[in-house]
Structure formats: C-alpha cells, structure tokens
C-alpha cells in the first residue's frame, strides 16, 4: 500500500510546517482573506499574511497588488503627496476613478500643486484653474492666501492688526500681474515678500510677520 503526505495542504505556496510556524492556517490559503495566497505574501509581495492591509492604508493588500491601478501593498503613499492610497482610491476598489486623485500621481490635475497641499490648501485636486481665473494653481497664490487665512491672528507680529491683511493684499497684487503677463514684476513682488516670512526655523526674524513658526 502506498501512502501519499501533501507538505502544502492548501496549496499555497507555503509548507504546512512553515504555516505553523509564522502562525498562518495550513488548510487556509488565504489566513488574512485579503486576496493574496499566503506564499505569495510572504515570498513574493513581502506582506503580511496574518494582516489584510499591512500598510494600515485603508486598502486590502489583494486590491493594491490586483487592481486595475497597483499601489504599493508596503508603502501606505505610494506617490508621496502626503495622501493616503486609501484616500485617494475612495471607494477602495483599486481602479482611478471619476472623483478621485490618483494614488500612483502625486499631481493628479498636472497643475504644479501636488495633491496633498491641494487637499490641505482648498484648491481642487482634480481642477488645475481652481478658481478658473486663467492661472494655474501651481502659478497661482490662491492656495498661498489660503494657508494665510488658516493663520491664527497671534501668529502675525502685530498679533492681527493689519499684517495679514498686507500679505493677502500684496498677493491680490502678484495675481493681477502674473493675469498680466508681468511675471518679472510678480515674481519681485513675491521675493520681496519672503524676507518677512523666511526666518522661522527655532524662531522668526526680527523683520517677520509671521512670528509663530509652528503655525
């Protein structure tokens, strides 16, 4: 009589005594149900196969390897623009889209903003004319002037009293010119702006407005 021992009851890549050992289920191809077969998590994809999403990404491993638009499985921002994968593929499906940035293009618009200061700014992610004024958001100050509003009134020199409301005025100006075509009066414009914001590092500049590095 002959005796056959299948060493991978399921099939998956994997030795049931090497299941055993990292703690997956031998009669189980799939221990974490992500859509990745556990010896492909291990010596393929380097993911876990005890952790259906071992980037914590709010993406399954399966949909960041399979879908129709890959992410990394190990790397919960793919494209580095400070946006989660699971963010921007909404839906978690792993396919790009209407509505969504894309996980893969850290400038889904292509306007020189990348998504996340978007997102974080209020320009729009998927608008590269946000404010549909003619000027790129990555040529534009819209997204600046907004960072400015975000600001706290204690974080001006004069604690409010009139500084910011300088700094929003003078970029009023360069878009004006920049709609102009006068780039070179803009860009002096916005040079002679940053010498009263480019001291904060442990603390600002005797000559700054914003004197609240943190903010």
Known sequence: IAFSIDPDADDDGLLDG????IGTDPDDADSDNDGLNDGDEVNVHGTD??????DDDGLLDGIEVNGSN????????????SLMDGVEDANHNGALDP??????????????????????LGTDP???DSDGDGIPDGQDVEWLQNAIN??????TKDAGKGLKTAMLSILDNVETLIAAGKTDQAIHLLQNLRTRVDGCGAEADGNDWIVDCTA
């Open 99 to 120: 509505g969504e940035t894309d996980p893969n293009d850290p400038d889904t618009d292509d306007d020189g903003l990348n998504d996340g200061i978007e997102v974080d």
């Open 126 to 128: 998927l608008n590269p």
């Open 150 to 155: 975000d600001l706290p009134e204690s974080a």
């Open 49 to 54: 196969p005890l952790d259906p999403d071992t």
């Open 70 to 81: 890959p992410t990394d499985p190990l790397d919960p921002d793919s494209d580095d623009d």
């Open 18 to 21: 090497q299941e055993l050992a």
